[in-house]
């Protein structure tokens, strides 16, 4: 019973920033990974950018948003956000939060995805 929320989409114009929440709640034991992908019309969901657990962390970003798109984590509010600079129309999107973890009611693993928030980057 794990579930995440999204937030922070809408529309930007070329060039401006946004930034994209994700909390997740529920019976957490422990978050193992959270990320982002996107599904832009007619396209296939594409991973974003991840952050998984570790000292320090690890990152990953997809070779299109790398030095533009920053994925950062609160642990502590098991919550994952995704700042988005120098955005571009092809940016354009659904947004999709990721996470994996256990679930601290029954010990087995989960990965949920959250509602989805539209990114618009147009003049």
């Known amino acids: 019973q794990v579930q995440l929320v999204e937030s922070g989409g809408g529309l930007v114009q070329p060039g401006g920033s946004l930034r994209l929440s994700c909390a997740a709640s529920?019976?957490?034991?422990?978050?193992?990974?959270m990320g982002w992908y996107r599904q832009a019309p007619g396209k296939e969901r594409e991973l974003v950018a991840v952050?998984?657990?570790?000292?320090?962390?690890?990152?990953n970003y997809a070779d299109s948003v790398k030095g533009r798109f920053t994925i950062s984590r609160d642990n502590a509010k098991n919550t994952v956000y995704l700042q988005m600079n120098s955005l571009k129309p092809e940016d354009t999107a659904v947004y999709y939060c990721?996470?994996?973890?256990?679930?601290?009611?029954?010990?087995?693993?989960?990965?949920?995805w959250g509602q989805g928030t539209l990114v618009t980057v147009s003049s």
């Open positions: 990721n996470a994996r973890g256990v679930d601290a009611a029954t010990y087995r693993s989960f990965e949920v």
């Open positions: 529920g019976t957490i034991l422990r978050i193992d990974a």
């Open positions: 952050i998984s657990s570790g000292s320090g962390g690890t990152f």
